[in-house]
T-cell receptor, first 118, second 113 residues
Framework: GAVVSQHPSRVICKSGTSVKIECRSLDFQATTMFWYRQFPKQSLMLMATSNEGSKATYEQGVEKDKFLINHASLTLSTLTVTSAHPEDSSFYIC??????????????FGPGTRLTVL | SQKIEQNSEALNIQEGKTATLTCNYTNYSPAYLQWYRQDPGRGPVFLLLIRENEKEKRKERLKVTFDTTLKQSLFHITASQPADSATYLCAFDRGSTLGRLYFGRGTQLTVWP
């Protein structure tokens, strides 16, 4: 149990376009989901925390107008990278927690989405 | 701001030996500290969680310690195997209601036969 999927696994787009990444909890309800980005040989950097039915909480330095997060249901959160530029190329990973709001405990990660902006 | 450091980028050991990875933190004391395994091109996989009032946690060949005085967590893999080769990440949770995790850079472990 506790499987998280991401779609697409890999995407290549032109500079200036928008890209949507989906994160789904397949066999549990995820009140809280998290979005991270990871550059090669770097740590996971938390971008935002997403709670179902409410606005996402963004980490300092993350542009909320550029990285749009929607958590419309208990099993789906989406991250849209708007007007993508080459510097947005990265590995984007989502995670989800089971249980109550705030998600104490382990996080279940998706397989990640490799975004390349040309 | 919080800072979490893993002492070495890479650790190479021989099969059968015990691997010990270190995670240090500054500025804030985490309420929870977690360890994850990440394979190349994949998302992390949860291994162990230890709370601030716990000294040690074990799971099969894995052991985690948490020393709030030293502000350090040690992660041990006993009887290591080549299949244990991966990047190991530590992460802390400050205990906020959001349950956010902040990750270290990771230590790449290679176990050679």
């Amino acid at each position: 149990g506790a499987v998280v999927s991401q779609h697409p696994s890999r995407v290549i787009c032109k500079s200036g376009t928008s890209v949507k990444i989906e994160c789904r909890s397949l066999d549990f309800q995820a009140t809280t989901m998290f979005w991270y980005r990871q550059f090669p040989k770097q740590s996971l950097m938390l971008m935002a925390t997403s709670n179902e039915g409410s606005k996402a909480t963004y980490e300092q330095g993350v542009e909320k107008d550029k990285f749009l997060i929607n958590h419309a249901s208990l099993t789906l959160s989406t991250l849209t990278v708007t007007s993508a530029h080459p510097e947005d190329s990265s590995f984007y990973i989502c995670s989800a927690t089971r249980g109550g709001r705030g998600g104490r405990g382990e996080q279940f990660f998706g397989p990640g989405t490799r975004l390349t902006v040309l | 701001s919080q800072k979490i450091e893993q002492n070495s980028e890479a650790l190479n050991i021989q099969e059968g030996k015990t691997a010990t990875l270190t995670c240090n933190y500054t500025n804030y004391s985490p309420a929870y500290l977690q360890w994850y395994r990440q394979d190349p091109g994949r998302g992390p996989v949860f291994l162990l969680l230890i709370r601030e009032n716990e000294k040690e946690k074990r799971k099969e060949r894995l052991k985690v310690t948490f020393d709030t005085t030293l502000k350090q967590s040690l992660f041990h893999i006993t009887a290591s195997q080549p299949a244990d080769s991966a990047t190991y990440l530590c992460a802390f949770d400050r205990g906020s209601t959001l349950g956010r995790l902040y990750f270290g850079r990771g230590t790449q472990l290679t176990v050679w036969p």
